[in-house]
């Protein structure tokens, strides 16, 4: 008995001198702080799509953050935060931001201690910058006005607007002239059309001909802008002298254009060849010309409209062609229907997106803008026709209304009046809203090209 209450009187006592020694030492083993390892976008990034544009920052470890302080974050010019999250158990800082201007460096702040480690130690600080997409560059090599004046348009996308308006048919113009007894200004921009293409020229007595390139000169002498579209007029049928450029009750398939031996074939390689050298002219006189051909196509009421597909091989075959000819004096313009993307021949065929309003509301002339900006957001947008809608006797919105609730056109270009009409497409109060805006663009304002 002695024995063992000898051997447990010697545990207690090591026990106790144990538990009571000063020299015993407690940590807990110091976990660094967590380090940025990567981002996306990567700093100094380029090329970001402008908008919502969402950052993800990676560290090395899992990290913490609380959403309430995303007001604490910053980023420069006029972006802003819309929120700023750590998903569940994770290593990545996910910051959605609004960049909304173009060729724009926006740069994040995260100011030190936002973000912890597992132990709360502190992140550093961090700074993250990048830059938002800007527009392309022209399709083709131009010719130094054309540069020029591509320059120009870059420049002026989104800070301001130019005033353009439609000739009446084909080789005039009449309406620039209206617009300018009305208002006092010449609009910035004539817009002409080879809707007469197979009767120019055509032998003695014909009543045009676009060889006669007079008025597009003087237009441009003047200081204006030119613009050119072509209301393709086809026969309806095989050797038939009745010509359309409608979809409704013509004979002429385009699928068919691209296939030697075809009456569409044929028609199609004359009208380019026709076509080209009467834009050499103008090439030849150093003349710039804005081209948006076989516009509106998605909305099917033209021959070039029956099929993406062939309605894409036959812009890329004008492309081409045009450019074997030596006409780097075009700026492409596609115009959009909206929800069309099919019908996009491609970034590398298309400088400049149009949208053909008639009728809309201002809110809707912005949610138009809005879709189409979003879509192709590398290219400007621009209001290439627009009015009332005469079915309906429906207005159009003011320039000013739809300027202001943001629909940042590169020009708008009002269609033509003709007799008759139960209501102008737009009318002297449109223009004199529009015409007075610091914002829009007159003849006498443009730079010179040349």
Request: proline share 4%; hydrophobic share 40%; aromatic share 14%.
């Amino acid at each position: 008995m002695n024995k063992i209450y000898i051997g447990l009187l010697w545990v207690a006592m090591l026990f106790a001198t144990v538990s009571c020694s000063t020299e015993v030492e407690h940590e807990i083993t110091q976990v660094a702080s967590p380090v940025l390892v990567s981002s996306t976008p990567a700093s100094e990034a380029s090329g970001v799509e402008l908008g919502e544009v969402t950052i993800s920052l990676t560290y090395d470890k899992n990290v913490f953050f609380a959403s309430k302080n995303k007001d604490l974050l910053s980023i420069s010019n006029d972006g802003s935060i819309i929120s700023a999250d750590v998903i569940g158990s994770s290593p990545t800082l996910v910051v959605v931001a609004n960049c909304p201007s173009r060729s724009t460096t926006y740069t994040l702040s995260i100011p030190e201690g936002l973000v912890t480690g597992p132990n709360e130690m502190p992140a550093p600080a961090v700074e993250l910058s990048f830059t938002t997409q800007g527009v392309d560059a022209a399709v083709n090599t131009l010719t130094a006005e054309a540069q020029k004046v591509y320059d120009f348009l870059v420049e002026t996308y989104e800070q301001k607007t130019i005033s353009g308006t439609m000739a009446q048919v084909n080789w005039n113009t009449d309406e620039a002239v209206q617009v300018n007894t009305w208002t006092g200004k010449y609009p910035a921009l004539n817009c002409f059309d080879y809707i007469h293409l197979y009767a120019s020229n055509t032998g003695e007595g014909s009543w045009i001909d676009y060889g006669d390139i007079t008025p597009v000169q003087e237009w441009w002498d003047n200081g204006g802008l030119v613009a050119a579209m072509w209301h393709w007029n086809v026969p309806k049928s095989e050797g038939s002298n009745e010509m359309s450029f409608n979809m409704e009750g013509n004979n002429f398939n385009i699928d068919n254009a691209f296939t030697e031996g075809t009456w569409e074939y044929n028609v199609v390689n004359e009208d380019l060849a026709k076509v080209a050298g009467y834009l050499k002219l103008l090439k030849d006189a150093n003349i710039p010309v804005i081209w948006r051909p076989l516009h509106e196509a998605s909305g099917g009421w033209f021959w070039w409209g029956k099929n993406a597909d062939s309605f894409k091989k036959l812009w890329i075959k004008m492309f081409d062609y045009f450019k074997a000819q030596g006409l780097n004096n075009l700026i492409w313009v596609w115009t959009a229907e909206t929800g069309d993307a099919d019908w996009y021949p491609g970034d590398q065929y298309v400088d400049i997106v149009g949208r053909d309003l008639y009728g809309k509301t201002a809110a809707e002339c912005v949610s138009q803008y809005q879709a189409i900006a979003e879509e192709y957001n590398n290219k400007m947008v621009t209001l290439s026709e627009c009015g009332a809608y005469l079915d309906t006797n429906t207005i159009l919105g003011t320039l000013s209304e739809q300027w202001n609730a943001g629909a940042r056109w590169l020009w708008f270009m009002p269609w033509y009046d003709s007799d008759g009409q139960s209501i102008p497409y737009v009318g002297e109060a449109w223009w004199q809203d529009a015409m007075s805006q610091d914002y829009v663009i007159t003849r006498d304002q443009l730079p010179s090209f040349k």
